[in-house]
């Protein structure tokens, strides 16, 4: 999860406490409003890098005492797995998304017009994408190059997500003639050992998650 | 009142059974300083109905007013003359002329109005300069870059003042990052400047810096989108679209 390679980046850069980390680290995402991490996050997450070895306290003990604030410093074993982070892609997440599931449940529900309801998530997503537009044109090119780019992704994925609909909104006859998705049943329980196959036939339509 | 109106706006080409409809009672307003977009597939009538308000075609139905005044009452010499005063085009290839410089470029249209040529370069010079281009000003359409071509056709549009500018396609033959560019100086020009500014696109990108966007299709308009919640014609806009939702 990034928020813990994030911090191991942080104490990376420099030896830090938990309060100062929650701060560098929402000014790296651009802000609260971008993620909005909690402290209780950012302490248990130093808690479960501390147990693995992947940071430890630096604090000087006081006399049997707490120090008033712990200060956490990057383990070598933490930086390897801070490189590890860097070398490997991160997939994006694409196939859960709910307006996916709202329009497909309208089509067996059969409640609403298909078409309104791709131009009301239109309008949401221009509402947006004026949004984004209008935040990124306030940021200074010369000191929030860093913001600009986040808002960017950010317009360029609306823009996607809007070809998209015209393109939904053209097919949807198309989906609207189809069989509508049905459940491929399975035998309750587990499989008999042994037999890999399913006792009844699978559908003769393809299946994409197959 | 509003700055351009239209009632019932219809536009057929042919006759009998070739006729096609590219417009199909169209009503809508936009009030000065007012930035829309027009957006819809191709074919859907937006470039029919740039050119009916901009009094460059005629309507087969219905009527456009400016100011309250109908172009389709008007004599041809009159619409020509509030087409070069109150309307400012803005085209895809920018349509410079290419053996003039950017100041002669864009002090063309108030040169051909009569006005002194001393003056019309010094209005054209103004506008070039709060675009950017102080520095462009004798350079020839081939010395510039495409956006700064299209800064220069914006210059153009807005040197005699007019009330409304029509923008068809402004970015079409732009990159991305002049694209962003120039629809941001549109937004400035109705903005800053409290021009009418209608722009036809394809580019969600670039719609979604318009205070509105009106869909197209097949002639008609499907929805009518502010972008922007502001206080007082929100509340009228959504009365407005539940009306037309509901007929």
Not at chain 1, 42 to 50: A, C, H, N, Q
Not at chain 2, 139 to 158: E, F, T
Request: glycine fraction near 8%; hydrophobic fraction near 40%.
């Amino acid at each position: 999860m990034s928020v813990r390679h994030a911090i191991l980046g942080l104490l990376a850069q420099r030896p830090r406490h938990g309060y100062e980390l929650r701060a560098a680290f929402e000014a790296v995402v651009g802000g609260d409003t971008n993620w909005d991490v909690k402290p209780a996050q950012i302490y248990t997450t130093l808690e479960r890098l501390d147990r693995a070895g992947l940071v430890a306290c630096i604090s000087d003990m006081g006399e049997g005492e707490e120090p008033s604030r712990r200060i956490y410093a990057i383990t070598p074993q933490g930086a390897a797995a801070l490189r590890e982070w860097f070398s490997t892609g991160v997939a994006p997440q694409h196939q859960r998304d709910e307006f996916f599931v709202k329009l497909m449940t309208a089509l067996v529900s059969g409640e609403t017009d298909l078409s309104r309801i791709i131009q009301t998530q239109r309008v949401t997503l221009y509402r947006e994408l004026h949004a984004a537009t209008r935040q990124r044109d306030s940021y200074n090119p010369r000191r929030a190059m860093a913001q600009i780019l986040l808002l960017d992704k950010a317009s360029m994925h609306l823009e996607a997500d809007l070809r998209w609909l015209d393109i939904t909104e053209q097919r949807l006859e198309e989906v609207k003639n189809q069989p509508l998705p049905e459940p491929e049943i399975r035998p309750r329980g587990r499989p008999r050992k042994g037999s890999h196959e399913s006792k009844y036939p699978p559908p003769e339509r393809v299946r994409s998650n197959q | 009142m509003s700055l351009i109106q239209t009632e019932n706006l219809t536009k057929i080409y042919g006759c009998g059974e070739t006729a096609v409809t590219a417009l199909d009672h169209v009503n809508m307003q936009v009030n000065a300083g007012e930035f829309v977009a027009v957006m819809g597939p191709s074919g859907c009538g937006k470039s029919t109905l740039l050119h009916l308000l901009g009094g460059l075609d005629r309507s087969t139905e219905g009527k456009v007013s400016i100011d309250g005044t109908s172009l389709a009452e008007m004599k041809d010499n009159d619409l020509t003359k509030l087409r070069r005063k109150r309307i400012g085009f803005v085209f895809q290839f920018y349509n410079l002329i290419p053996v003039l410089t950017a100041i002669e470029n864009a002090a063309l249209p108030v040169t051909l109005d009569g006005v002194r040529p001393a003056e019309a370069r010094q209005r054209a010079a103004e506008w070039l300069e709060r675009f950017g281009l102080g520095d462009r000003l004798n350079n020839r359409p081939d010395q510039l870059s495409g956006g700064q071509q299209q800064r220069v056709a914006i210059a153009r549009a807005l040197v005699a003042e007019p009330a409304l500018v029509l923008a068809d396609e402004p970015t079409g033959n732009l990159d991305t990052k002049a694209s962003d560019e120039i629809a941001a100086l549109l937004r400035q020009v109705s903005k800053e400047y409290g021009r009418a500014v209608i722009m036809v696109t394809h580019n969600p990108r670039i719609a979604a810096y318009a205070d509105r966007i009106v869909f197209l299709k097949d002639g008609k308009i499907v929805d009518e989108t502010l972008l922007e919640r502001k206080n007082g014609d929100n509340a009228k806009m959504l009365a407005d679209k539940i009306k037309r939702i509901g007929d």
